[in-house]
């Protein structure tokens, strides 16, 4: 048996209505995408994502994309990793990783250029006679 509990390692995808349901939640596909960024596919601390929500909301949104197949899940002491079933996920939904990190990649891109645009206007708010 590998270092994962069974009880805590999601089965094989068989239902595409799970994959999608899950991934229709933008935190839950910001959590596939960064896993899927990494291909080495390590395990990452469930605490270690930048999520806005609650630890009760992160702890449903981790059952979700196990239960959908995507993520195996351990739990260690008073902490817990997950780490994406690569796999299982290309096998039967080629591309979709991709996908996924190229949205990730476009969404910081946009971030940093509304940042960056909001300090220039300020900076040249400040600089200009009113």
């Known amino acids: 048996m590998s270092r994962y509990d069974a009880t805590r390692t999601s089965r094989r995808i068989v239902d595409l209505g799970k994959v999608f349901a899950a991934l229709a939640d933008d935190s839950r596909r910001k959590v596939i995408a960064e896993l899927a960024s990494h291909p ?3 395990e990452r601390a469930c605490g270690s994502f930048d999520l806005p929500v609650k630890k009760a ?3 449903h949104h981790f059952r979700v994309l196990r239960e959908a197949g995507l993520v195996a899940q351990r739990d260690h002491g008073n902490g ?3 780490r994406l079933l690569r796999t299982d ?3 039967h939904c080629p591309g979709l990783l991709q ?3 190229a949205e990730l990649v476009q969404s910081s891109e946009r971030s940093t250029e509304v940042t960056s645009e909001g300090r220039t206007n300020r900076a040249r708010g400040a600089a200009e006679p009113h």
Request: hydrophobic content about 35%.
């Open 40 to 42: 080495e596919d390590q």
């Open 57 to 59: 909301t992160r702890t």
């Open 80 to 82: 817990s990793t997950l």
């Open 89 to 91: 996920i290309e096998e």
């Open 99 to 101: 996908l996924l990190v």
